[in-house]
T-cell receptor, first 113, second 113 residues
Framework: EAQVTQNPRYLITVTGKKLTVTCSQN?????MSWYRQDPGLGLRQIYY???????DKGDVPEGYKVSRKEKRNFPLILESPSPNQTSLYFC????????????FGQGTRLTVV | AQSVTQLGSHVSVSEGALVLLRCNYS??????LFWYVQYPNQGLQLLLK????ATLVKGINGFEAEFKKSETSFHLTKPSAHMSDAAEYFC???????????WGAGTKLIIKP
């Protein structure tokens, strides 16, 4: 089954404790991205990657890191999480092309206390 | 730069009534437009997309949208609302060489029995 898999689905952590949210897709898509979703703000892009070893900042990259060492995986790293990073996070993948559909993971609800 | 505006953060309709969710975009080039739906505790999934083949686009679950260039709109409609349509709906535009999707803030559809 074609899918984007994120883990974990839920995470509660403390301020400053490094964490990684994993994302994997099995559709051989070149393009992957991370979003955060906050009430009233819609989806805001954190980072995106157009292919292996090619990553770039989105609209809200501060406090986040990503890597794209292989095509299928695109982990999101929070080196020192803070409470303002409490949010719902989505990973998405998409074939290259402006008219292509983006496929989303189920989301990771992160709470930083 | 592209942008998307969704009018109304919440729309409430009675079961069986017409659903109309509004989306206006700005783009300096012909856009590709998408509607996505997010059910509670799930990721986003594609409802329909406009890719210039036809101005009236039919999607899943009885939804359709009409592209109107003169009004820069891509409103989503469904003739008769069902309780299962309660969800949040997002409009997005893709018109960027980096394949980024620009998102509206979302509209939460509430169905009254």
């Amino acid at each position: 089954e074609a899918q984007v898999t994120q883990n974990p689905r839920y995470l509660i952590t403390v301020t400053g404790k490094k964490l990684t949210v994993t994302c994997s897709q099995n559709m051989n898509h070149e393009y992957m991205s991370w979003y955060r979703q906050d009430p009233g703000l819609g989806l805001r892009q954190i980072y995106y990657s157009m292919n292996v070893e090619v990553t770039d900042k989105g609209d809200v990259p501060e406090g986040y890191k990503v890597s794209r060492k292989e095509k299928r995986n695109f982990p999101l790293i929070l080196e020192s999480p803070s409470p303002n990073q409490t949010s719902l996070y989505f990973c998405a993948s998409r074939p290259q092309g402006l008219n292509t559909e983006a496929f989303f993971g189920q989301g990771t609800r992160l709470t930083v206390v | 730069a592209q942008s998307v505006t969704q009018l109304g953060s919440h729309v409430s309709v009675s079961e069986g009534a017409l659903v109309l969710l509004r989306c206006n975009y700005s783009s300096s080039v012909p856009p590709y437009l998408f509607w996505y739906v997010q059910y509670p505790n799930q990721g986003l999934q594609l409802l329909l997309k406009y890719t210039s083949a036809a101005t009236l686009v039919k999607g899943i679950n009885g939804f359709e949208a009409e592209f109107k260039k003169s009004e820069t709109s891509f409103h989503l409609t469904k003739p008769s609302a069902h309780m299962s349509d309660a969800a949040e709906y997002f409009c997005a535009v893709s018109a960027d060489s980096n394949y980024q999707l620009i998102w509206g803030a979302g509209t939460k559809l509430i169905i009254k029995p």
